[in-house]
């Protein structure tokens, strides 16, 4: 490796037509990525800063931002229930999603046909399982027969209650969820050499020794992966409240995000002060997402 | 050094950042397209754009028989209607693109911001050109579409709030007319598994028993006595076991309820009739007046229509909005009654009287600033937190008072 690269360096020519090609390749890609996700936050920060509201309005500096530290629903409600829900659905959804991938990885009859079935939830979506999930959770609702007949009759109206409306949304999405995160499991399961498991199968250990000893922690990569990717979808969760809750993020703030709020103050024609929302979230996450590559390590640049 | 390479890109990325927030002061190139009015023969035929949002199949199909009405009385213009669902949303992307359609619905509730927005075209010396009257528009919905004394739209329709009261279910007690019998009434109803009244967790109901109370009806008002009698009254029905909101009685709304005979009166708009008519056609009802507390008072749900200020064809879309709101249009779009006519020279389908009784107290819903933000996110989610014993009125009516401000 190092001797190649030592001759790479010497011959300048063919290094530079290697980039070239390479450059090539990336270039469309690249330009897709700059138009579409670069531009668009570099726009949001320009319109932070403005009294945006359906046309550009008077430079306001930092007034949005400042605005925004003083917003009580905004840090009492939105960012509350949205820590909340993210610390609880991503533990969750990695659980759910990691105990389904290794079922469906052992040599089990229909391996296939669960695979799918686990999967399936992911597929529909969010919209018709939330508008399905508000008849099921209705106050005269499938759920509510269901224990009625075992004995806890009650006629709670799942989503219009504030204490249970957003665990209600906790559970709902981290079944829905659950299915790609098996499939990202399964995904680095499979990249497990299986001699690591013949060698511990000869030393005597046990399947649940080998999950905790061998599994788990060879599970690395897989694990920064899943976390990254729930913890985004998380932080960013709108459509099941955007339902639930009818904008109004109710009942008493219960369903109120990040992101609903964002898209409330955007369309109400705040479009500056939405854009501050935006960055202050695009922050967030980036520095959740470098804490947890430092907290992963490097292992997973491989 | 690949990892050098990133974190150089990282670090990169981040300045770009900081770069554009910081220098977002220097101005981009505004999207201002010159308004270069089309010059009208008359022989040429106009189309004139017309958006609102989508209705039941049975309003949309009447919307378009009063359209063919209009072109075939006025045949050298052309009317382009559509109608979408995300009204809002899509309508902000047609003003931001400057490309809004020429005639369109606008909300009571967006009414204020959208005039602030400067996206709305004041009517007045339209309506004083073409002699067009409006004197026979009920006040209260007049001045919902009225900003710092400009008009900016003529109400389309509107709903206000009646009584529905199910006979079967009062044992035999007369209909209340006042707060106070209404209160006793419910204290003599029983229904099994239901509840005497349903009352919606929702300051579009509740704000009428703030204008029976003397209320402004102003959210920033909210911390006045009247705010804090009607709010009391309405939730001690409700603590005291009288009424109960729509999710505790295994219903969606209070329309619902009052079909599922959980109680026996609710308090809801024309819209109630013809869906308790379609779901419910064998209920018997009787439609009586909001109760009167210390005045009388209601709502007036209403719906204008304005024309935008970047219209191209300005002289066209006022004829077509003046034809609509006006007595030819506004009799045949209320001849189903889908909704109630806006001016008093058009009279209600028959069994509607309730809801016009009193028009003299009945006030627009909505023009005020901010107004979906107060009402949706701040008042009602304060309610629901009252309502479930999470927080004091008083609680509430300063925090709403002060997202009013």
Known sequence: ?302 | MRKRLAVGALLSTVMLFAVVLVSGSQAMVGGSVPNSAKKLTASKVTTVSLNGWVGAKVEDDLLKTVIAAFEKSHPNIKVDYSGFNNYQTTMLAKFSARKPPDVFYVAAEDFADWVRQGVLQPLDSYAKKTKFSTKPFYTGLANSFKYKGKTYGYPKDWSSLGMQVNPALLNGQKVPQTWAQLRSVAQKINIAGGKPICLGADWARLMAFVYQAGGTGQFKDAQSAPFRVAVNFYINLIKDGLAATPDNLGAGWCGEAFGKEKVAIAFEGNWMLGYLKDTFPNLRYTLAPMPKGKTRGNLAFTVSYSMAKDSKNKAAAWTLLSYLTGKVGAKKWTSLGFALPARSDVKPVAGRGAFVKYPRFTHGWGNQVDFRHVWTEVANNELTAVLQGKETVNEMLSKIAAAAK
Not at chain 1, 113 to 123: C, E
Not at chain 1, 200 to 207: E, F, L, T
Not at chain 1, 229 to 247: C, K, N, Y
């Open chain 1, 1 to 302: 490796m190092a001797v190649k690269e030592r001759n790479a360096r010497g011959l300048g020519s063919e290094r530079l037509r290697e980039a070239l090609v390479g450059y090539g390749f990336i270039a469309l890609p690249m330009s897709f990525f700059l138009l579409f996700f670069i531009f668009p936050i570099g726009y949001a920060a320009y319109i932070s800063r403005y009294d945006w509201g359906i046309f550009r309005g008077p430079f306001v500096g930092f007034d949005n931002y400042r605005q925004l530290y003083h917003d009580t629903v905004f840090w009492q409600h939105a960012v509350r229930n949205t820590l909340v829900y993210t610390a609880v659905v991503v533990p969750l959804q990695m659980a759910i999603g990691l105990s389904l991938a290794v079922v469906v990885n052992q040599a089990i009859r229909f391996r296939t046909f669960f695979r799918s079935a686990f999967y399936f939830p992911s597929l529909a979506s969010s919209a018709a399982i939330v508008s399905i999930a508000t008849y099921i959770l209705a106050s005269d609702g499938l759920l509510n027969s269901f224990l009625g007949r075992l004995g806890y009759e009650h006629s709670y109206a799942w989503f219009a209650r504030q204490d249970t409306a957003l665990p209600a949304i906790i559970g709902l999405n981290a079944w829905t969820t659950a299915g790609t995160m098996m499939l990202f499991y399964l995904a680095s399961l499979q990249a497990i050499s299986t001699e690591v498991y013949e060698a511990a199968a000869i030393d005597g250990a046990g399947a649940w020794r080998t999950f905790w000893k061998i599994t788990f922690p060879l599970l690395k990569p897989g694990h920064f992966f899943v976390a990254v990717v729930s913890i985004i979808g998380a932080l960013q969760m709108f459509d099941q409240s955007f339902i639930v809750g009818g904008t109004s993020g109710g009942p008493n703030y219960s369903t109120m995000t990040v992101v609903l709020y964002l898209y409330n103050r955007a369309f109400s024609a705040h479009f500056g002060y939405a854009a501050a929302i935006g960055l202050v979230l695009f922050v967030f996450i980036f520095t959740v997402t470098l804490i947890q590559r430092l907290l992963f390590g490097k292992a997973e640049v491989a």
